[in-house]
Structure formats: C-alpha cells, structure tokens
C-alpha cells in the first residue's frame, strides 16, 4: 500500500526542495559566472604583464641604443692608442650614468684591439677584478697586442694601471658574437641573453658597426631588473612568472639568485637555471617551449590545478623570450568559492528561517481540508446540526467549502420536505404541504400543483410564497392547452424553465407580469407514469443547481402523492357502505 502523507509535510518538503533547486542552480551559476570572469581577468592580466614587461625592455634598450648610435659613430671608433681612446672616456661615463641598466661599453676594432669601458657598481665586482676600493669604473684595454687594465674614480682620474699580457693573447674582440652579428650588417644587432661572466648577472649585448665599418661599438644590458619586477606583478601570493628562452633557461625570475645555479659547486662555471629546477611544479611539467607555445591552458600535478599562459616576447635579432605565469586554481578562484560559500550559509540560513514559516502556512492551507474532511464524515453520518463554517485564504478550498455548505444545506432541506411530507396522514393538506415546500426549495413566488385525473390535468393547489391562495380561475386543463412552457415539460418528461410568456399566463389562469420565469417539472411515479405536474413562478432565473433540486424533490413528491392516493382509495373503499 503506497504511503499517504499530510499536505502540510508535503508542501513544506516541496518548497524547501524548490528553494534548494533554485539556490543550487544560481549558486552555480554564479560561480560558473565568476571562475569565467577571474579566469578571463588571468588571462587579461598576463597579457597586461607581457605588454609591461616588453615595454620594460624596450625602455632598457632604447637608451643603450641611442647611445650606441652615438658611440660607434664618433672618433673613438677611428682612434688607432689607448691615449686617443680615453680621451672619448668622458663621453661614454656619461652614456654609463645615463643608462642604469648598461653596465659596459666596448669598442672593438678590426686589428684585433679592445677598448672596453665598465662600471664597477658594488664591492663584489671590484673584489673580481682586484680594484681599489674608491674605483668606479674598469678600463680594459687591448692596443697595438699590448694588454692593460686601468682603475679610474668617479671624476675618471687613473687610480692604477696593471698591465696584463695575458688578456691580449686570450682576447680576440673578432672572434665574439656581437662583432660577427654586427660587422656584416648596418642594423643595430642583439645577441641571445646569457650569464656575463664577470657580474654573474643576466643580460644581452647589442652592437652596431661603425659608419667607416672597420670598428663595432657594443654594450651589456643586465637584464636582472626585468626578473624584480616580476615580482611586482603577481596576481595571486601563490603565483609564479618566469621570463626564460627558448631553451627552457631562466632569464628573469622574481629571486634574481635562482636565475643562476651551480651545478658543480660554488667554484665551478655558472649556468642560467632551466625552469624546471626553479622549484614550481607547473614549470616541472612544461617542455619544449617556444614561441607556438603561446596561449592560456589549464595543468593538473598531484590533485592541484594550475593556469599556465605563455605569451612571446619578441627581441629584435633573436629568438623570442617566453614570458610564464602559473596561477594556483585553488588561489585564482578563490574569490569564486567564498561567493559559493556565502551563497550556501544564505541558502541554510533561509532553509532555516522558512521551515517554520512554511510549516505554519502549510497547516494553515491544511486545517480548512481537515475540518472540510470531518464535514464530510458527518455529512455521511446525516449529522445536519451544525453550518460549516471553515474560511480559508486559498480560494479553492474557500469555494470547496461554501459548495459543501451548499450540498449540506440541501441534502438537509431535502431531508427535512420528505420527512414533513411523510409525516402528512390528511391528503387534503398534503397537497399545500407538498407545494408550499417546494415553492421554499425553489425560491418561487408562486406556484401550481397539477393532478392526473382520467386524462385531464386538475389544479390541485396554488400558493404564493407566502401560503395564500394564488388568484385566478384553476380548474380543469387540457394537456394539449396548457401552454409553451408545461406542454414542453410534459412532452419531453423533464424539467423546463424559460421567461414566461402571455400564452403561458392565459393557459394557467393568472394575470400577467413582466420578467417571470417559469420552472415546469413533470411528476412520474415508481413506473414512470405521468400522474401530475408542476408550475413554479420565480422572480429571477433559477440556476442549474435550483432546477435539479426541484426535479429531485418532484419524484419524492410523486411518489408520496401516490402512496397517499392508494392510502386514501383503501381508505375509502373501506369506508364506502355495503350491499347485500
């Protein structure tokens, strides 16, 4: 057997699974909504990282350019001693304090001479080179095969001068990178970044002939300031950029002293860091990086969601640099699961709140079903003592109850006309009885009660509703002059009602009056036979429900008319005198 449960359990569930169906479906939305616009701001923002970073660089370039351009077209590239160079050494300790980021100038010559100028810019680079401690700038020098270091202060005054063989026989400016890529052509050229070898420090060398093409200026960018301002440019604590090349190798990263590592020990060569040994998963599991790497894409290690975007950044004369971001899922998002969350505590909290307020109005809606319910028990039980009286705010059940007041009142009022009529010995005065509590039933004015007698119809009685006699001339009536309304009844067997009209009011022998309508009910007894019929005059039109209750009440009418009748006949036939 199915279960059964109240409606107030059920609405209740009901609305509390609507308001969990409809919180679910927003709070995902919502956070679908929100991953997509975090994700599209991560993706929006690592290209406003690889513009910033890109224009960085080009603002370390263009100054060492523009002074290269200046360099290798002045008459330091025509001076043929060291003495005719360093008179130009004004020119380029003021291109160096011009450009933070260029930390040497250097002009090499096509005999094989080198006039390269440094800056010494803290107490680890002159401990390298054995300078004195107030030195600020490095004079390294290759004229006529002679080699020779020299130690100037800030104002460019000697300190000390060391001569050094050796660097002439070891040093050949021809046989480097950014002379070969620079001699052959009249652009400014840019060689790959790599580790300089006297500051340990990232950066790129560009060089550029000189207008008579027998010397090439060049100069070294450090390129370590770009790794610094990675670090500036975080979206979330957790994430990690990295700049590196097309080999994997750490170019820029936000600890400048991990771009570096020494594999064999602190006294071995130096190397540029591959990413994958920076410590970050998500750069771990990157590999064969280059510029069609580029784009946004998503990385799972160890249950931890990474975004990864990979945008190119574009040198001039060399392959592309690849700037990296990766962003923890669980850190980018996390913006989108506190929306979550706060949406689910609203959601309990209005679970919460509405149990008891839905559980109130669903009794409410209920208890008027309750006790129409118990009306109905005592409906079946015949117990008519009580009206109903259940209101209620649903118009439904409001309307149930006002037809089952309707229903009790009318199974009560029938009751109560069959028990009276029963409960009539006299026929005489059965027939008033019978047509004064039909006319109450009907709500008529007026009413005629018709008799079968030998073919002819016979005005039994006539009321008014308020018992009296009703004027005019009754007698007896031809069925076939009764009248529209009553022929029709009589001819169809059913009820009939319609405005009454002047054949009407002359076939019933009363006097005409404006806007009545006529209620024409047959009366059959247990064998379907005609044995009368009535006429009831009601002010207004009677209703569906009217009609049928005056046709129900006429066969209760019928058959009380011919049970009296048959008593009546015994009783005279029993009364009548005999005859011997």
């Not at 679970?351 to 109005?361: D, E, G, S, V, Y």
């Not at 009206?387 to 059940?397: A, G, K, M, Y």
């Given at each position: 057997?199915?279960?059964?449960?109240?409606?107030?359990?059920?609405?209740?569930?009901?609305?509390?699974?609507?308001?969990?169906?409809?919180?679910?479906?927003?709070?995902?939305?919502?956070?679908?909504?929100?991953?997509?616009?975090?994700?599209?701001?991560?993706?929006?923002?690592?290209?406003?990282?690889?513009?910033?970073?890109?224009?960085?660089?080009?603002?370390?370039?263009?100054?060492?350019?523009?002074?290269?351009?200046?360099?290798?077209?002045?008459?330091?590239?025509?001076?043929?001693?060291?003495?005719?160079?360093?008179?130009?050494?004004?020119?380029?300790?003021?291109?160096?304090?011009?450009?933070?980021?260029?930390?040497?100038?250097?002009?090499?010559?096509?005999?094989?001479?080198?006039?390269?100028?440094?800056?010494?810019?803290?107490?680890?680079?002159?401990?390298?080179?054995?300078?004195?401690?107030?030195?600020?700038?490095?004079?390294?020098?290759?004229?006529?095969?002679?080699?020779?270091?020299?130690?100037?202060?800030?104002?460019?005054?000697?300190?000390?001068?060391?001569?050094?063989?050796?660097?002439?026989?070891?040093?050949?400016?021809?046989?480097?990178?950014?002379?070969?890529?620079?001699?052959?052509?009249?652009?400014?050229?840019?060689?790959?970044?790599?580790?300089?070898?006297?500051?340990?420090?990232?950066?790129?060398?560009?060089?550029?002939?000189?207008?008579?093409?027998?010397?090439?200026?060049?100069?070294?960018?450090?390129?370590?300031?770009?790794?610094?301002?990675?670090?500036?440019?975080?979206?979330?604590?957790?994430?990690?950029?990295?700049?590196?090349?097309?080999?994997?190798?750490?170019?820029?990263f936000e600890n400048p002293a991990q771009a570096i590592s020494f594999p064999n020990g602190p006294d071995?060569?130096?190397?540029?860091?591959?990413?994958?040994?920076?410590?970050?998963?998500?750069?771990?599991?990157?590999?064969?990086?280059?510029?069609?790497?580029?784009?946004?894409?998503?990385?799972?290690?160890?249950?931890?969601?990474?975004?990864?975007?990979?945008?190119?950044?574009?040198?001039?004369?060399?392959?592309?640099?690849?700037?990296?971001?990766?962003?923890?899922?669980?850190?980018?998002?996390?913006?989108?699961?506190?929306?979550?969350?706060?949406?689910?505590?609203?959601?309990?909290?209005?679970?919460?709140?509405?149990?008891?307020?839905?559980?109130?109005?669903?009794?409410?809606?209920?208890?008027?079903?309750?006790?129409?319910?118990?009306?109905?028990?005592?409906?079946?039980?015949?117990?008519?003592?009580?009206?109903?009286?259940?209101?209620?705010?649903?118009?439904?059940?409001?309307?149930?109850?006002?037809?089952?007041?309707?229903?009790?009142?009318?199974?009560?009022?029938?009751?109560?006309?069959?028990?009276?009529?029963?409960?009539?010995?006299?026929?005489?005065?059965?027939?008033?009885?019978?047509?004064?509590?039909?006319?109450?039933?009907?709500?008529?004015?007026?009413?005629?009660?018709?008799?079968?007698?030998?073919?002819?119809?016979?005005?039994?009685?006539?009321?008014?509703?308020?018992?009296?006699?009703?004027?005019?001339?009754?007698?007896?009536?031809?069925?076939?002059?009764?009248?529209?309304?009553?022929?029709?009844?009589?001819?169809?067997?059913?009820?009939?009602?319609?405005?009454?009209?002047?054949?009407?009011?002359?076939?019933?022998?009363?006097?005409?009056?404006?806007?009545?309508?006529?209620?024409?009910?047959?009366?059959?007894?247990?064998?379907?036979?005609?044995?009368?019929?009535?006429?009831?005059?009601?002010?207004?039109?009677?209703?569906?429900?009217?009609?049928?209750?005056?046709?129900?009440?006429?066969?209760?009418?019928?058959?009380?008319?011919?049970?009296?009748?048959?008593?009546?006949?015994?009783?005279?036939?029993?009364?009548?005198?005999?005859?011997?």
């Open positions: 057997m199915a279960h059964r449960y109240p409606l107030h359990l059920q609405i209740s569930t009901l609305f509390v699974a609507l308001i969990l169906l409809i919180s679910s479906i927003v709070g995902f939305l919502g956070y679908k909504s929100s991953r997509e616009l975090l994700e599209s701001s991560a993706s929006e923002l690592n290209a406003r990282i690889s513009k910033e970073i890109h224009s960085e660089f080009r603002n370390l370039v263009a100054p060492a350019g523009m002074a290269m351009r200046l360099i290798s077209q002045s008459k330091v590239t025509e001076a043929q001693t060291l003495s005719e160079r360093l008179a130009f050494l004004g020119l380029i300790r003021e291109a160096l304090q011009d450009s933070p980021a260029i930390s040497a100038f250097y002009i090499g010559y096509a005999s094989g001479d080198l006039f390269f100028t440094r800056r010494l810019s803290d107490a680890t680079e002159r401990a390298f080179f054995k300078a004195p401690a107030t030195a600020a700038y490095l004079v390294q020098s290759i004229a006529q095969g002679k080699g020779e270091f020299l130690y100037l202060d800030t104002a460019g005054a000697i300190l000390r001068r060391d001569p050094r063989p050796d660097y002439a026989s070891n040093y050949d400016p021809r046989q480097r990178d950014w002379y070969s890529s620079a001699i052959t052509t009249d652009q400014q050229a840019y060689t790959e970044p790599y580790l300089f070898y006297s500051s340990k420090k990232v950066g790129s060398t560009i060089s550029r002939r000189s207008p008579r093409g027998d010397a090439v200026a060049g100069a070294d960018i450090q390129l370590d300031t770009l790794g610094l301002s990675l670090a500036d440019q975080k979206v979330t604590p957790g994430s990690q950029i990295v700049l590196a090349d097309s080999k994997g190798q750490t170019i820029g071995a060569p130096p190397r540029l860091t591959p990413i994958s040994e920076l410590g970050v998963p998500a750069f771990a599991a990157l590999s064969a990086l280059d510029a069609r790497s580029e784009g946004n894409s998503r990385l799972t290690l160890n249950d931890e969601q990474w975004h990864i975007s990979i945008s190119p950044l574009t040198i001039q004369g060399s392959s592309p640099l690849l700037l990296i971001s990766a962003i923890p899922d669980k850190e980018l998002m996390a913006g989108a699961r506190q929306t979550l969350r706060h949406v689910a505590l609203t959601v309990l909290i209005v679970i919460l709140l509405a149990i008891p307020i839905t559980w109130l109005l669903a009794r409410s809606v209920a208890k008027p079903l309750r006790q129409l319910a118990r009306e109905a028990d005592l409906i079946q039980q015949f117990e008519f003592s009580q009206p109903i009286t259940v209101r209620s705010l649903v118009l439904e059940v409001n309307d149930l109850a006002t037809t089952m007041s309707g229903m009790k009142r009318t199974i009560r009022r029938f009751l109560d006309i069959s028990m009276a009529i029963a409960a009539e010995n006299d026929f005489d005065r059965l027939l008033p009885r019978l047509l004064s509590e039909t006319l109450s039933a009907a709500e008529a004015k007026a009413g005629i009660l018709y008799l079968y007698d030998h073919g002819q119809l016979l005005n039994a009685s006539a009321l008014k509703d308020d018992g009296s006699p009703l004027p005019g001339t009754l007698g007896q009536i031809d069925p076939a002059t009764t009248g529209p309304l009553l022929s029709q009844a009589l001819s169809s067997r059913k009820p009939c009602t319609r405005v009454l009209t002047s054949a009407d009011f002359a076939a019933l022998g009363v006097a005409a009056t404006n806007d009545t309508h006529g209620i024409a009910v047959p009366l059959h007894n247990r064998q379907q036979q005609l044995v009368g019929a009535m006429m009831l005059l009601c002010p207004v039109a009677a209703g569906q429900a009217q009609v049928s209750f005056v046709e129900a009440l006429s066969g209760s009418v019928a058959v009380s008319l011919e049970s009296k009748e048959l008593i009546k006949a015994q009783k005279t036939l029993f009364e009548a005198p005999s005859f011997s």
